[in-house]
């Protein structure tokens, strides 16, 4: 897929992204004239982004009881400052509001809006409620619209990098506010050829907020480059994060060449992301632990004491 911002939707990706099904829209249109597609010569709908934009503040309308008949006598630009009102207003606690305003603000490259959101969010949520409520499942829905090209590579990246921002504020402040215990260190980093750095991101923010040290390496890293880091650090445990590297038919041979390292010290290594869903867990060495979630793992340091768990 090229970085083009992708201008033009066809009716399932609006039926994608806005969880309206299709047969819905078009009853819309001709009730209600909330759209204008344009037609190919084959009579195929095609609706431009700002389609899209409106149909989800329709939406996100409609979940703020407003009725459809209503909400149609209105501008696109009438419904877009209803909406900004009511996020303003602190309406927006209901986790499906809260998912549908930071998509439009994906869709919108809207920086405010998402601003707006979180802030309203964290008035009466922890950041911890607002990362496994509404960014885990929001980007849980992002990887699959953009797996169907729904979405083009620029908007992920766009609200990626802001709630990475998010997440790197609240580690600096945990940071701040807790001192590390020296009994257990965390070394996180991403397999070579891995970028997708969230998830890591947020086990970072647990480890430390739970008063463990970290040694935080980040994206596309080389197992022999662990190594200097085993020699000069007791107590050491690794967490890696497998979204898309490596391979599944890769994984066994990565599991081996990580105990060709450290087996010899039994040193723990952590594994999480989608990738584990291909991991057989009875055929992968003792110290290798699989993780089914970011919450499987914290329920594990909860537990953890000097001892390894």
């Known amino acids: 897929m090229d970085n083009v911002v992708k201008t033009k939707f066809s ?26 597609p344009e037609r190919t010569t084959t009579n195929i709908r095609t609706y431009a982004l700002s389609d899209l934009q409106k149909l989800l503040n329709v939406v996100f309308l409609t979940e703020n009881r407003y009725k459809i008949s209503k909400i149609a006598q209105y501008s696109s630009t009438e419904i877009a400052a209803i ?67 729904t979405i083009n590579p620029s908007h992920e990246h766009f609200i990626f990098n802001l709630i990475k921002q998010k997440i790197l ?65 007791p107590n050491l445990s690794f967490v890696t994060y497998f979204t898309v590297q490596p391979p599944k038919e890769e994984i066994p041979q990565y599991f081996e060449d990580f105990n060709k390292l450290f087996g010899k010290q039994n040193l723990h290594l952590y594994v999480l992301g989608s990738m584990t869903n291909f991991i057989d867990e009875n055929k992968i060495p003792e110290n290798i632990r699989v993780m089914m979630s970011i919450r499987e793992f914290v329920n594990l340091i909860n537990k953890a004491t000097a001892k390894y768990v």
């Open 11 to 36: 009716i399932k990706d609006l039926e994608s992204l806005s969880g309206i099904k299709a047969h819905t829209i078009r009853i819309w249109e001709k009730r209600y004239n909330l759209l204008q």
């Open 83 to 149: 909406v900004a009102q009511i996020v303003s207003e602190k309406s927006i606690g209901n986790q499906n509001h809260a998912i549908n305003s930071f998509k439009i603000a994906m869709m919108n490259f809207d920086q405010n809006l998402f601003y707006k959101t979180y802030n309203t969010l964290l008035e009466v949520k922890s950041f911890e409620e607002i990362f496994y409520e509404s960014f885990l499942p929001l980007l849980h829905e992002i990887g699959l619209l953009w797996q169907t090209d």
């Open 169 to 233: 504020i609240n580690i600096e402040k945990k940071q701040r506010e807790i001192l590390p215990r020296n009994d257990r260190t965390f070394a996180l980093y991403l397999p070579e050829n891995e970028i997708h750095e969230l998830g890591l991101l947020f086990l970072n923010y647990e480890i430390v907020s739970h008063g463990f040290k970290v040694i935080y390496l980040g994206q596309s890293i080389m197992l022999e480059n662990l190594k200097y880091l085993s020699i000069n650090h």
